[in-house]
């Protein structure tokens, strides 16, 4: 993907990444599904499913409302340890599409940390993101395919990529 991005842009991507990782790191999660469209599309994908084109996700969210309710198991009906993640969100590409919407793919990284262990990689990947501006002037996710790059994963997986 060529580089096509207005600094000013970039900027506002890059802002859009970071409140992103914040939500889910330190909170509050239930605020996350509103950097989403209401009509949406979350997929966390193996990598090998996603290069032959195959449908199965590990998670698979198709509207705000969905996401919503993924976090309301995360917080009332999901038991797990409590844990410390860490989102990194690195080298954001991207470009504009005729329509306007922003096509943008960035590499990831979530460490997880449990209180008396140490520090793991718990997923790596990339994200391939339709981003769109709404009526608000807000830039929200419409698409977020979260690729990840083993086909094993950690059966802690709890919050979101």
Known sequence: ???????????EIEALYADYAERLDDGPIESWPQLFTEQCLYLLIPRDN???GLPLATIRCQSRAMLEDRVRAVRETVMYEPRYL????TNPRGAVAPDGTIDVRASFTVIEVLPDELPRVLLTGRYL???VREADGALRFAEKRCVHDSVL?????VVPA
């Open 1 to 11: 993907m060529t580089p096509s991005l207005s600094p000013e842009l970039r900027a």
């Open 50 to 52: 996603f290069d032959r």
């Open 86 to 89: 860490r989102h990194h969100i």
């Open 129 to 131: 993101d339709r981003i």
């Open 153 to 157: 994963i950690a059966n802690t997986i």
